[in-house]
Structure formats: structure tokens, C-alpha cells
């Protein structure tokens, strides 16, 4: 069975960094497309970025690009959301998904990201 932790998240003053974690275990990472969302609070689910399975990635929100970087590292089975010169509005729980045409997808279970001073 797939699983997905995320891990990395806290508490963060603006203009700070955070490097968010997604471990899959249960399956084989290196097929899989990994995402990032955030849910942000009284919000709506925000897609933010996926990154494919040869390593091209794509940003979606408009908001995070050039602030926020997408990767991953197959030999670790994990996913990484490095976030740079955070905002208050980021804050969020911030989750990945794995995606692949022949699994469901799996989704972690989210890791609180708060921008406070």
C-alpha cells in the first residue's frame, strides 16, 4: 500500500525558508508524478506545482513561482517544495499527491506551514 509523509513544515517568520519533505513508501517513487498543494485556512485546496517522473517540473499558482522550487530525489523516494521568502499568506497545510495512470492517487496526510513575526 502507498503512503505518503510529509514532513518539514512550522512555524517561519516572513521572508524566511522552509524545504518540505513527501517520503512515498509501499511503491515505486520513481514512476510516480509528484505534486504539491496547499490548503490554505477557510480556503479552497490550491494546486502549487507537480514535477513528472523524467523531472520536468511546472508551476501553477502564480503566486509561488520564483519563490518556490519543486524537485525530487528518486534514491531517497522523496519530494521536496523549497519555499523562499515566505508570506503570511502562505500559510496553509501544505500536502503532496502521487499520481500515476495505473495507482489511484495517493495523497499525505499535510504538514502545517505558518508565516507569522
Known amino acids: 500500500q502507498v503512503q505518503l509523509v510529509e514532513s518539514g513544515g512550522g512555524l517561519v517568520q516572513p521572508g524566511g525558508s522552509l524545504r518540505l519533505s513527501c517520503v512515498l513508501s509501499g511503491g515505486n517513487f520513481s514512476i510516480f508524478r509528484m505534486s504539491w498543494y496547499r490548503q490554505p485556512p477557510g480556503e479552497q485546496r490550491q494546486f502549487l506545482a507537480y514535477i513528472t517522473s523524467a523531472f520536468d517540473t511546472f508551476y501553477i499558482l502564480d503566486s509561488v513561482k520564483g519563490r518556490f522550487t519543486i524537485s525530487r530525489d528518486n534514491a531517497k523516494n522523496t519530494a521536496y517544495l523549497q519555499m523562499n521568502r515566505l508570506k503570511p499568506e502562505d500559510t496553509a497545510v501544505y500536502y503532496c499527491?502521487?499520481?500515476?495512470?495505473?495507482?489511484?492517487?495517493?495523497w499525505g496526510q499535510g504538514t502545517q506551514v505558518t508565516v507569522s513575526s
Open positions: 499527491k502521487a499520481i500515476h495512470l495505473s495507482h489511484p492517487d495517493y
